[in-house]
T-cell receptor, first 113, second 114 residues
Framework: SQQGEEDPQALSIQEGENATMNCSYK?????LQWYRQNSGRGLVHLIL?????REKHSGRLRVTLDTSKKSSSLLITASRAADTASYFC?????????????FGKGITLSVRP | DTEVTQTPKHLVMGMTNKKSLKCEQH?????MYWYKQKAKKPPELMFV???????INESVPSRFSPECPNSSLLNLHLHALQPEDSALYLC?????????????FGPGTRLTVT
């Protein structure tokens, strides 16, 4: 079953603006990850936030995690045309040694030059 | 070297063909994965190998047969596929088989079954 659910499904912004994407999930997790996928290519890992962390930064990326609301947000600041891609959140489901990642449906971000 | 390589990039095969997809990583990762991704959908996990042993098979039809010859290589053998099996097949690796580690993905093999 799909764990993460991103919101919105699609987002179109102007270059230089900030982009905020949200992810909600259903069950307890050990960590939540965000990935980016350019059209027809492999996924690129962006950031991993553990269940005991509330906020994490990496360059122009800021991720928050609210385990009480079972939600996470990804903020991309000062967006660039090169940020145009699909973004997926993925959760591990707090399973044991064989816990797997389950990906949300994804958000399509378009950054207009 | 943080790269996962996949060959071939594109593959067209008939329903009676037998072909193989290959994946390689040299990051010392002990977990490797096969995912299937249809257009505009998220990746769907097919198989997980952990320490060269198959640890997860997500009820994948037997016409897909994974193989892990060693810790760096992962193959997916294809036989008697159906047109609905056409998709992007992604290989990934991670430090271990747990979801606690980020996964590194290859560029994928675009498979078309005719």
């Amino acid at each position: 079953s799909q764990q993460g659910e991103e919101d919105p499904q699609a987002l179109s912004i102007q270059e230089g603006e900030n982009a905020t994407m949200n992810c909600s999930y259903k069950t307890s997790i050990n960590n939540l990850q965000w990935y980016r996928q350019n059209s027809g290519r492999g996924l690129v890992h962006l950031i991993l936030i553990r269940s005991n962390e509330r906020e994490k930064h990496s360059g122009r990326l800021r991720v928050t995690l609210d385990t009480s609301k079972k939600s996470s947000s990804l903020l991309i600041t000062a967006s660039r045309a090169a940020d145009t891609a699909s973004y997926f959140c993925a959760t591990d489901g707090s399973g044991g040694a064989n816990s797997k990642l389950t990906f949300g449906k994804g958000i399509t971000l378009s950054v207009r030059p | 070297d943080t790269e996962v390589t996949q060959t071939p990039k594109h593959l067209v095969m008939g329903m009676t063909n037998k072909k193989s997809l290959k994946c390689e990583q040299h990051m010392g990762h002990r977990a490797m994965y096969w995912y299937k991704q249809k257009a505009k959908k998220p990746p769907e996990l097919m198989f997980v190998y952990s320490y060269e042993k198959l640890s997860i098979n997500e009820s994948v039809p037997s016409r897909f047969s994974p193989e892990c010859p060693n810790s760096s290589l992962l193959n997916l053998h294809l036989h008697a596929l159906q047109p609905e099996d056409s998709a992007l097949y992604l290989c990934a690796s991670s430090h271990s088989g747990m979801g606690n580690y980020e996964q590194y993905f290859g560029p994928g093999t675009r498979l078309t079954v005719t």
